[in-house]
């Protein structure tokens, strides 16, 4: 018992690399171990998410002087060129209306990161519309495929239905799909197919884009993970989106993948219907 004791007191001791008790105790001191191990790596990954989480944010709050900077410079000039010419104005207004949507863009990368660990995921179950939501959650991109001359098409031959949180499940298709938009290649179509196997609903994401590496295929689901080190509006993300749309996923006891090629890349997600 005394060393048990002692034990337990040296698995939070950060100054003890390995935890030693009488022979006869092993499987005891191997399962110390084992907790001990999982501990000090879960303290690491804690820490790496953390800087990482403070490099983000000052990252942001950088980017957004840049929109902000250039909104301000072109609203001055339609303020103080009264006699401006209607193709100029028009020009400039469009440009400043393009730097307010970086703006809102890069102020919800923001309040999503600063929001990240503070907000506990609880499930509240309904039943729900497949293809509604898909519906609705497409209509919500309609602006930006229109600008990139994308489309996306809905395939799904049969009504399915969800027990599961529609507003969690909304926001994990949405990032799913935000990146299908931000990494297809220009005038493509993203197809989502629907349809079900046995008692689980499958639905797939598939865009026509550059191959992803298999190295960052096993990485994209990670917490501030980013596909592309550049940061621009269309594909610098906060590396959110898909860990907390692999959280949400699993939550509801599925489970979410990609898989990609020279041709097309592809998120399946499946979910439980019950």
């Known amino acids: ?36 191990s999982e501990s000090i790596k879960n303290e690491r990954l804690a820490r790496e998410n953390e800087q990482k989480k403070d490099e ?14 250039s909104m301000i410079g072109y609203l001055s ?16 207004i469009n440009v400043a209306l393009d730097k307010s949507y970086s703006l809102e863009d890069l102020i919800n990368e923001l309040f999503e990161v600063a929001r990240y660990n503070s907000e506990k995921i609880i499930l509240e179950k309904e039943d729900l519309d497949i293809r509604l939501m898909l519906e609705q959650i497409i209509d919500d991109f309609y602006p930006v495929l229109v600008e990139q001359e994308k489309n996306i098409h809905l395939n799904q031959d049969e009504d399915i239905t969800l027990y599961g949180d529609a507003d969690k499940l ?10 299908a938009i931000s990494y297809s290649k220009d005038h493509t179509d993203i197809n989502i197919d629907v349809h079900s196997m046995h008692d689980d609903a499958i639905i797939e994401v598939i865009n026509k884009g550059k191959e992803i590496p298999k190295e960052k295929l096993n990485r994209i689901f990670e917490n501030f993970y980013r596909l592309d080190s550049a940061r621009t509006s269309r ?3 906060s590396g959110l989106g898909l860990a907390i749309a692999k959280e949400i996923v699993e939550l ?7 898989s990609s090629n020279k ?12």
């Open 1 to 36: 018992m005394d060393a048990l004791t002692h034990a337990s007191h040296e698995l939070i001791d950060k100054s003890v690399d390995y935890i030693t008790l009488p022979e006869e105790l092993y499987d005891i001191e191997r399962r110390f171990n084992e907790l001990k």
């Open 56 to 69: 983000l944010i000052v990252y942001l709050a950088h980017d957004i002087k840049t929109p902000l900077t």
């Open 77 to 92: 000039l339609l303020d103080e060129i009264k006699d401006m010419p209607d193709i100029q104005r028009e020009k400039y």
């Open 170 to 179: 909304s926001r994990v298709f949405s990032n799913v799909i935000k990146n």
């Open 235 to 237: 594909t610098g993300g």
């Open 252 to 258: 509801h006891h599925g489970s979410i993948f990609a």
């Open 263 to 274: 041709e097309e890349t592809v998120f399946t997600t499946t979910l439980p219907k019950n």
